[in-house]
């Protein structure tokens, strides 16, 4: 079974830092894609960023600069780096990862990130 564990959030100020980790794990497929996806209160879930397994990355407009996605394949976990927070960044963060056999997504359960002083 799937099991995608977060980890990292929290409270922080503005224009501080947090790393959110994720480490997934009971696969039975390699894994092309993992990112992290974000959903405000009262708003849709949006793509934060995304990294393949060759590393190329994609980043929302509205955190490019600020965040910046990793991965160790060896080790099947996946992190976001968040410098410069605002308070529009408030959100629970998901992990997600993507199977390269059937291209299904997976996602982990969500950590809240609250940026406010």
């Known amino acids: 079974q799937v099991q995608l564990v977060e980890s990292g959030g929290g409270l922080v100020q503005p224009g501080g830092s947090l790393r959110l980790s994720c480490a997934a794990s009971?696969?039975?497929?390699?894994?092309?894609?993992m990112g992290w996806y974000r959903q405000a209160p009262g708003k849709q879930r949006e793509l934060a960023a995304i990294?393949?397994?060759?590393?190329?990355?994609n980043y929302a407009d509205s955190v490019n600069g600020r965040f910046t996605i990793s991965r160790e394949n060896a080790k099947n976990t996946v992190a976001l780096q968040m410098n410069s927070l605002k308070a529009e960044d408030t959100a629970v963060y998901y992990c997600?990862?993507?199977?390269?056999?059937?291209?299904?997504?997976?996602w982990g359960q969500g950590t809240q990130v609250t940026v406010s002083s």
């Open positions: 009971g696969m039975l497929f390699k894994i092309s894609a």
């Open positions: 997600t990862i993507k199977s390269a056999t059937t291209g299904l997504n997976y």
């Open positions: 990294i393949t397994s060759g590393g190329s990355t």
